[in-house]
């Protein structure tokens, strides 16, 4: 079974400040997988996502994720937060047999402090 | 239309009672899901549809929970005998043709609350 863990519920940077949000997942085989973001009353959007090739993918807003297979993680990472980016903050998996059943974290909540 | 869309975006109703939660996909998505959010927690798969069929079901809790989408476009997630741990933000998404790589495109959500 896949699943997804975000060690981290809450975390507060300083706007300027450099980011990175931990993600592990478990699957069996290669994964797809997904950062979204989630802003109080809004939907959930896509930040960025891996599927193949080049582990570093870039995604919107000025985030980027690195697939690393030997950690079984993709992190995401923002050189310098914007007091905008204060969000709830989602990584997911899908894959294989699992065709449409996306599997998501329970999210970290990042505050930025002015 | 421009995006996915969910009515009602707030449910109140009584334990017991009967609710349909509406979800209305990009225009030409075959494929739909649908996901609930409990309070802290990340969105949970209940179903996805391809087309007018659910081709996985798995996700639904029990047999309360129903959810039909006859024409392939409009979803309706139907919850009979309500409990008040069905309280939670019901999401629904759509993507083109329900590949795992494919991008899904989340509504604003159903909130539920079961008193």
């Known amino acids: 079974a896949q699943s997804v863990t975000q060690p981290d519920i809450h975390i507060t940077v300083s706007e300027g400040a450099s980011l990175e949000l931990r993600c592990n997942y478990s699957y069996g085989a290669t994964p797809y997988l997904f950062w979204y973001v989630q802003s109080p009353g809004q939907g959930l959007q896509l930040l960025l996502k891996y599927f193949s090739g080049d582990t570093l993918v870039q995604g919107i807003k000025g985030f980027e994720a690195e697939f690393k297979r030997s950690q079984s993680s993709f992190n995401l990472r923002k050189p310098s937060v914007h007091w905008s980016d204060a969000a709830e903050y989602f990584c997911a998996v899908a894959g294989g047999s699992n065709a449409g059943k996306s599997t998501f974290g329970d999210g970290t909540t990042l505050t930025v402090k002015p | 239309g421009a995006g996915v869309s969910q009515t009602p975006s707030n449910k109140v109703t009584e334990k017991g009672k009967y609710v349909e939660l509406r979800c209305d996909p990009i225009?030409?998505?075959?494929?739909l899901y649908w996901y609930r959010q409990s309070l802290g927690q990340g969105p949970e798969f209940l179903i996805y549809?391809?087309?007018?069929?659910?081709?996985?079901d798995s996700g639904l809790p029990n047999d309360r929970f129903f959810a039909v989408r006859p024409e392939g476009s409009v979803s309706t997630l139907k919850i009979q005998r309500t409990e008040r741990g069905d309280s939670a933000v019901y999401l629904c998404?759509?993507?083109?043709?329900?590949?795992?790589?494919?991008?899904?495109?989340f509504g604003p959500g159903t909130r539920l609350l079961v008193l």
């Open positions: 225009s030409g998505h075959t494929a």
């Open positions: 998404a759509s993507s083109p043709r329900g590949a795992s790589q494919e991008t899904q495109y």
């Open positions: 549809f391809q087309g007018t069929g659910a081709a996985d």
